[in-house]
C-alpha cells in the first residue's frame, strides 16, 4: 500500500499571503490529522476531518482551516501568514477502526520570510 | 505541566547497547499509547502501538504502559547505527471529543555510536 503523501514538500512564502497545502491518505483511511512541528512546541494538533466533517480541532486561531473531499484527500490553509507559522506540516491518515494509530506523511516544510 | 513529558535528551550509546527510552503523563483518560521515530527532515514513522496496559515486543523493540504509574517506555535491544533518531511517544484518549488528537511528547534523540 502507498503511504500517506503530502504535496509540496517545501514552501517559501512571505509574510501576509496565504497557502494551501495538500494530504493524500492511505487508501482506505478516512480519518486525515493534521499537525504543526516546531523545534520549540513539539508536534501540536490543528484538527482532524473525517467524512468530509471536520470533527476535532486544536488550539490554533482561525487562520488555520482545512477540508476534506470525498476521496478523503485533505487540504489545510493558513492565511495571513505570519514568521511564526514557519514549520513542518504533517498529514496523518488512521485505518477505520477506533485506536488513533496514525500514520504519518513526510511533511510539507513551510518557511514564511 | 504538560500532559506529557519526555526528556529530550541527547541520549548516546555504543552499539549493541539496549536502550531505554520514557514518558510520563498526567491524564488518566490516555488509553492509547504509541511510539514513533523519526529521522531528520522526515515524517514520524509508527514503531509500536499499544492499548491499556501491558507489554508488546516486535522484534528488537518491547513497549510497556504501566496505567497506575502513568509510565510508559521503549526498549531497543541490540540497538544499530541506523536506530539513530528521535523518538517520540503519543497517547490520546478514548472518543468521543479525542479523534484523531494525538498528544505528543517532546521527543528523545538517540545516538548510536559504531
Known amino acids: 500500500k502507498a503511504g500517506v503523501t503530502q504535496t509540496p514538500r517545501y514552501l517559501i512564502k512571505t509574510r501576509g499571503q496565504q497557502v494551501t497545502l495538500s494530504c493524500s491518505p492511505i487508501?482506505?483511511?478516512?480519518?486525515v490529522s493534521w499537525y504543526q512541528q516546531t523545534p520549540g512546541q513539539g508536534l501540536q494538533f490543528l484538527f482532524e476531518y473525517f467524512s468530509e466533517t471536520q470533527r476535532n480541532k486544536g488550539n490554533f486561531p482561525g487562520r488555520f482551516s482545512g477540508r476534506q473531499f470525498s476521496n478523503s484527500r485533505s487540504e489545510m490553509n493558513v492565511s495571513t501568514l505570519e514568521l511564526g507559522d514557519s514549520a513542518l506540516y504533517l498529514c496523518?491518515?488512521?485505518?477505520?477502526?477506533?485506536?488513533?494509530?496514525?500514520?504519518f506523511g513526510p511533511g510539507t516544510r513551510l518557511t514564511v520570510t | 505541566q504538560k500532559e506529557v513529558e519526555q526528556d529530550p535528551g541527547p541520549l548516546s550509546v555504543p552499539e549493541g547497547a539496549i536502550v531505554s527510552l520514557n514518558c510520563t503523563y498526567s491524564?488518566?483518560?490516555?488509553?492509547?499509547f504509541m511510539w514513533y521515530r523519526q529521522y531528520s527532515r522526515k515524517g514520524p514513522e509508527l514503531l509500536m502501538y499499544?492499548?491499556?496496559?501491558g507489554n508488546k515486543e516486535d522484534g528488537r523493540f518491547t513497549a510497556q504502559v504501566d496505567k497506575s504509574s502513568k509510565y510508559i517506555s521503549l526498549f531497543i535491544r541490540d540497538s544499530q547505527p541506523s536506530d539513530s533518531a528521535t523518538y517520540l511517544c503519543?497517547?490520546?484518549?478514548?472518543?468521543?471529543?479525542?479523534?484523531?488528537?494525538?498528544?505528543f511528547g517532546q521527543g528523545t534523540t538517540l545516538q548510536v555510536k559504531p
Open positions: 496523518a491518515s488512521s485505518p477505520p477502526l477506533e485506536g488513533n494509530e496514525q500514520y
Open positions: 499499544t492499548y491499556s496496559s
Open positions: 503519543a497517547m490520546s484518549a478514548r472518543a468521543p471529543g479525542n479523534t484523531g488528537k494525538l498528544i
Open positions: 491524564n488518566s483518560a490516555f488509553q492509547y
Open positions: 487508501s482506505g483511511h478516512r480519518s
